[in-house]
């Protein structure tokens, strides 16, 4: 079993402890507005689950998830998180976060900024093109006919091979889009964004993606 450390306790966050926590794994949870306004999830979640914060949720990982909005991920700690694989559920929501110029012009990555931030950690896409609820209702075993796909992206293999373990766990198929430089093709507003896809269909949407977003400044 593993111990994940969760940074941000939003209905990603909260659902991936839901999912983690009914499978064995141990979850130390986070938020911005400190361990105790977490009481009732960590009732809900039960003996494998404590609220903390963020730098001690850090420090407690095995492997690190971060979901938060990403006007905020200048805040993620650095040094607690050096050498882990941090899984990026992140998404660009300019509306919420504030234009940032390097994302409107296809210039950079939403993981790649995160990566940048965590230079010694191994940063790696996952769960951020499926809906919360859909994280522990969708699912289904290996080999079921039409099983749900999920995609991922990282510049480590071990760390694709993680969440490629992972998803399997939590019942989905993977499709890796390759390096982070690639996982644009995840990203909100593109074709593999938030629908549900079997591992071809993923396939196929992810070859679809267009590097600019529709209605953003070229």
Do not use: C
Not at 99 to 128: C, M, W, Y
């Amino acid at each position: 079993m593993t111990t994940f450390g969760i940074i941000g306790a939003g209905n990603i966050g909260s659902q991936l402890a839901r999912a983690l926590t009914s499978r064995g794994h141990d979850v130390v949870i986070a938020n911005s507005r400190g361990p105790e306004t977490l009481a009732d999830l960590v009732a809900e979640l039960g003996p494998r689950a404590r609220a903390a914060t963020a730098v001690e949720a850090a420090d407690a990982a095995e492997v690190a998830i971060v979901t938060v909005p990403l006007r905020a991920y200048h805040d993620v700690p650095v040094e607690p998180l050096a050498g882990k694989i941090v899984l990026d559920t992140n998404n660009y929501y300019w509306e919420r976060d504030g234009h940032i110029p390097e994302l409107d012009r296809g210039e950079a990555t939403v993981s790649g900024l995160l990566q940048g931030h965590l230079p010694r950690s191994k940063v790696v896409k996952a769960f951020n093109h499926i809906g919360a609820n859909d994280i522990t209702t969708t699912g289904s075993p290996a080999g079921t006919p039409d099983r749900r796909a999920l995609g991922t992206a990282s510049d480590f293999p071990e760390a694709i091979e993680f969440v490629t373990h992972l998803y399997d766990e939590l019942g989905f198929d993977t499709v890796s889009a390759g390096g982070l430089d690639e996982s644009w093709r995840l990203e909100r507003d593109r074709p593999a964004y938030v629908i549900r896809q079997n591992a071809d269909e993923l396939r196929a949407n992810l070859a679809a993606g267009f590097r600019v977003r529709r209605g953003d400044a070229a």
